[in-house]
């Protein structure tokens, strides 16, 4: 395989490009030297790589000033933490200069729910850093992954590098990606409690959330980060909607999942996905059900938004 390539990447605004890699020797070949030019040139660099292919890179690049590590089968379990929480916070601690970063957000292993977030997420990053000094270069095991998620690749990536070199997406459409994984999500399969909510009764979701994570064997902090995300939805259906909602609990043999709906309308496809200001007023809500659910899948038209969340019933599984 050859080395990267990245003669003719911009030098402002986003450079977003997908790598596409064959087996590990292709992806060192690929990381080790895109890694070693950032450095080279100063620029702080993030790796933000699944477990086993951040500890095969690591321990091809070593440590270095200016290089920083993330374990993505952590950090990214819930896709849509990761632009507010890995790729906007770094580069936020890092202003005034161009950052370079590595974000392999989809492999082999990812649900099906998991994946749709993921390619809202490689779509919305061409919006949401498209002003940011970022060169950003995304791995795909396409010797593992379906075809269809290297289609879906293709749209959501301007620039292609694979073994065939360096081209531009013929396919590059991130607005269809968005619709394509904008639906409604399915039915539980599982039995189901319900309660409706007003301003009055907004309490009540607390405990009824509380009842129901115990009962699922979550511990204290995970109840805790789960009453914080179902009253921050709740409450911003009593603010934007109609000033009510419904929640829905259930349990599956891995999550124990919340849904909120409402006849509300999130218009701007990037809600929750970008952090506000430190000054800013408003808009946190959504970011912070982001950073403390493993999962957040949301559906929304005109009709009203479905917001669903999961929490694993056992923190440490996949």
């Known amino acids: 395989m050859t080395m990267l390539d990245t003669t003719g990447w911009p030098t402002d605004g986003l450079a977003h490009e997908g790598f596409f890699y064959g087996d590990q020797r292709h992806l060192l070949d690929g990381m080790v030297p895109f890694i070693a030019e950032g450095l080279a040139g100063g620029e702080p660099v993030l790796v933000a790589l699944p477990t086993a292919n951040l500890a095969l890179v690591r321990d091809a690049v070593g440590e270095a000033p200016g290089l920083h590590w993330t374990d993505m089968g952590e950090a990214g379990r819930n896709p849509g933490a990761i632009l507010p929480w890995v ?53 795909y095991d396409a010797g593992r992954l379906a075809e269809a998620v290297l289609a879906d690749a293709c749209a959501t990536h301007p620039v292609i590098v694979g073994p065939q070199g360096r081209r531009p997406s013929v396919g590059f459409a991130p607005s269809d990606v968005l619709v394509r994984y904008n639906q409604p999500l399915p039915a539980p399969a599982h039995p189901v409690a319900a309660l409706d909510y007003a301003l009055d009764t907004l309490p009540e979701v607390r405990r009824f959330v509380t009842g129901y994570a115990e009962t699922a064997g979550l511990d204290a902090g995970r109840v805790a980060d789960l009453q914080i995300a179902v009253t921050e939805l709740a409450a911003n259906s009593i603010t934007h909607a109609a000033g009510a909602g419904t929640l829905l609990v259930w349990c599956t043999d891995e ?17 929750g996905r970008l952090a506000p200001a430190p000054d800013g007023v408003g808009g946190r809500g959504l970011v912070i059900v982001h950073a403390l659910c493993d999962l957040v899948l949301l559906h929304s038209t005109a009709a009203g938004t479905m917001v669903r969340l999961h929490m694993r019933r056992r923190r440490g599984q996949r």
């Open 87 to 139: 790729l906007q916070a770094f580069v936020d601690r890092h202003p005034g200069g161009r950052t370079r970063i590595v974000g392999e957000s989809v492999w082999s292993g990812r649900s099906d729910a998991e994946y749709g977030a993921c390619a809202q997420h490689e779509a919305l990053v061409n919006a949401a850093l498209a002003e940011r000094g970022v060169s950003l270069l995304c791995p």
């Open 255 to 271: 999550d124990l999942v919340c849904e909120v709906r409402d006849d509300g309308w999130l218009a701007d496809p990037l809600a």
